[in-house]
């Protein structure tokens, strides 16, 4: 069985950690840096690093919040927002980031899934999926781009099948419909992109009960729980989190 982990989700905008609802109504969510070395020392097994206006501001993910976080923290790190190019790519893996996502420039130029595979690993690139409902599309699900301000009319499952054949390593899916509601994951909307591919999924957007956690690895199939908010706002500590799940049989990394 696949150890699940568990991977807090900075989402940055001006330098601070932010947090919003259906991807709007930011709110603060503190210092970038402080929130990275907490979640360390808490047992987070990955970190996920989201530049939430790069691609809407046309501009590339701000490095020295990376260089920051990097310098904090010896878990893996998984940065995404403006990423667009090969050489941005390269960039962040120069200074020791483990996994680059995209999703707005993937959709645009999807043989860039293949050419960052090519060139760097398929375990290092993650296509980050934003999806809504669409009842016109086959699956129900449309892909959204530029931090969920335009649709595409493409159909999610269809395009996490077409990432997976181009190299991608890992998709990240984030229902718009339950992002930052705590009213748990869209079930349905993981379920469908993981029956699709073979490849790892990481569960994200809703999650505000353990249940959420427990329910997106047993009926979503993910392998990686992304979570923000009930970290953040200290809900639940990851040390809590980790000891339900493997009270409730799922194998996760607890560290002694």
């Not at 296509?127 to 969920?148: M, T």
Request: with cysteine; charged share 25%.
């Amino acid at each position: 069985m696949v150890k699940v982990k568990i991977m807090p989700c900075l989402d940055m905008k001006n330098g601070r950690v932010v947090k919003g609802v259906h991807f709007v109504n930011i709110r603060d969510a503190g210092d970038p840096v402080e929130n990275a070395k907490y979640y360390e020392k808490e047992g987070a097994d990955e970190l996920a690093m989201l530049d939430i206006a790069a691609t809407l501001e046309g501009r590339k993910t701000r490095l020295q919040w990376v260089k920051n976080v990097l310098q904090a923290i010896t878990i893996p790190l998984t940065v995404g927002g403006g990423i667009s190019k090969i050489d941005d790519m390269a960039e962040l893996f120069d200074l020791g980031v483990s996994k680059v996502s995209i999703n707005t420039s993937a959709v645009k130029n999807p043989e860039i899934i293949k050419e960052a595979s090519d060139k760097f690993g398929k375990e290092k690139i993650v296509v980050a999926i934003d999806g809504r409902r669409n009842s016109k599309l086959p699956s129900g699900f449309e892909v959204v781009i530029k931090g969920g301000t335009e649709g595409t009319e493409i159909d999610a499952v269809e395009w996490a099948k077409k990432c997976e054949l181009l190299g991608a390593g890992e998709l990240l899916p984030t229902s718009m419909d339950g992002d930052g509601t705590l009213a748990g994951y869209d079930i349905p909307f993981t379920r469908a992109i993981a029956d699709s591919v073979k490849i790892p999924i990481v569960a994200s957007g809703g999650a505000g009960k353990l249940e959420h956690l427990y329910e997106a690895v047993v009926d979503g199939g993910a392998t990686t729980l992304l979570a923000a908010s009930i970290f953040h706002f200290r809900m639940f500590s990851i040390k809590q989190t980790k000891e339900f799940l493997k009270n409730k049989g799922i194998d996760v990394i607890i560290d002694n």
